[in-house]
């Protein structure tokens, strides 16, 4: 088996905010800590909603990835790159469109869902159709385990397996392929061959996920084993062939709930963001104007948190203390909304305070990020020429 890999990305078409803050990167953080990342520059995805303003996306990129480096993304633990100079992730996507079926990627729910939200552009195009396929080549191309995604994103996890199961039958069945599989299970030596059969058995006739757990360390076990034998045994054991793509599996995330200064989702296009970064003077001009429950037309007037936008920043940023002042005060209208504000306010400059001063030496010295993505690509692109390697000899292309 394929040791646990994570990748995740994003696209660089603009500033990144506070729902990125703590909707994604919080979780990169963590996750880099207990898994093999990979974190990538979407940069050909962005193109597929804004191909007529790629300079957006070019003047976005460098300050995308010192965002991510201020928020914490150790470039130590974590690989960073850019998808575009990593070709292999076009070369797998061509190869996959050959045998995806075309209803497949009209039926992820965010094809028809971006049509809509994005009707004053151009959709009906390739790439855009595209897209769900070029997200699965990503994830495939480094066999990545784990994709850490929102509940409404995990159709294009399911699109990912089913293109990487396909792949696998229809290219993982080698010419003499059990003949080569049995002759591997010998390999393995007679006390181990033996097991192995029997837990094979236990697992393809009766279901028993247990054994097919044993089985598959028994394989793990085998150190003499070739890199293709290793891979039968590995098909072998679950009644299918050669396995050459990995079908991984959705993390889902925890929700972020820190909605815009309106109360909606925090979005670019609805300007109702606090950007990360952000100087300390904007941030406390935008929360202080915020809109707040609406029944408090005057000072003296009770209200109730939960119809206001303020008490989502004060779930997220409050103590249990100041959260029930917060309660107390608003219904009793012992507190005035500007008061409610304050904490807010000091505790989001704090922390775009801290975010600043991590990402100020990358900006007095700009090659200390394309440093960072450059050993990031290159180590991707290691990754993904592997993947390449059996993907080509699978599909019989290793013929020059």
């Known amino acids: 088996m394929y040791a646990e890999r994570v990748l995740a990305g994003m696209r660089p078409i603009g500033r990144l905010h ?39 996306i070019g003047d976005s990129v460098w300050d995308m990835v010192i965002d991510w480096l201020a928020a914490g993304v150790d470039p130590n633990q974590a690989t960073l790159f850019i998808q575009s100079r990593v070709l292999e992730h076009s070369e797998l ?32 195009t390739y790439g855009f159709l595209g897209y769900s396929l ?39 069945r080698e010419p003499g392929y059990e003949e080569k599989a049995r002759e591997a299970v010998k390999k393995l030596g007679s006390k181990r061959a033996r097991l192995y059969e029997e837990l ?29 034998d290793r891979e039968r045994l590995y098909g072998y054991l679950e009644g299918g062939g050669k396995m050459i793509l990995v079908e991984p599996e959705a993390q889902l995330t925890e929700t972020c709930r820190l909605t815009g200064l309106d109360g909606q989702k925090m979005s670019r296009t609805s300007g109702n963001t606090i ?65 409610c504000k304050q904490p807010v306010i000091d505790a989001v400059v704090a922390e775009q305070a801290h975010l600043r001063e991590r990402a100020q030496p990358y900006l007095d010295d700009p090659a200390l990020v394309r440093n960072i993505v450059t050993d990031g690509c290159e180590r991707a692109r290691k990754l993904a020429q592997e993947t390449m390697r059996d993907v080509r000899e699978a599909m019989g292309l290793d013929y020059v």
């Open 18 to 56: 506070l729902g990125h803050y703590h909707g994604v990167l919080k979780n990169w953080v963590k996750l880099q800590v207990e898994y093999p990342c990979l974190f990538f520059v979407a940069d050909w995805h962005a193109l597929t909603t804004h191909y007529d303003d790629p300079k957006l």
């Open 93 to 124: 996507h061509l190869l996959l469109s050959m045998t995806t079926p075309l209803g497949w990627l009209e039926r992820v729910p965010s094809y028809k869902e971006q049509q809509e939200n994005l009707a004053h552009k151009d959709l009906s």
């Open 134 to 172: 070029l997200r699965s080549a990503d994830v495939l191309i480094y066999r990545a385990s784990i994709v850490p995604v929102d509940e409404d994103q995990v159709p294009h996890v399911e699109l990912t397996r089913e293109v990487a199961r396909r792949f696998n039958h229809l290219f993982g």
């Open 200 to 228: 094979r058995i236990r697992f393809q006739q009766e279901g028993d996920d247990e054994a097919l757990e044993q089985a598959q360390a028994v394989i793990d076990e085998s150190q003499s084993l070739s890199h293709g």
């Open 275 to 339: 950007y990360l970064r952000e100087e300390a003077d904007s941030i406390t001009r935008k929360i202080r104007t915020m809109k707040t429950d609406p029944a408090r037309a005057r000072r003296t007037d009770p209200g109730n948190p939960e119809h206001c936008p303020v008490w989502q920043f004060h779930i997220v940023y409050s103590d249990d203390a100041t959260r029930s002042w917060v309660q107390q005060g608003c219904r009793s209208a012992g507190i005035g909304c500007l008061e």
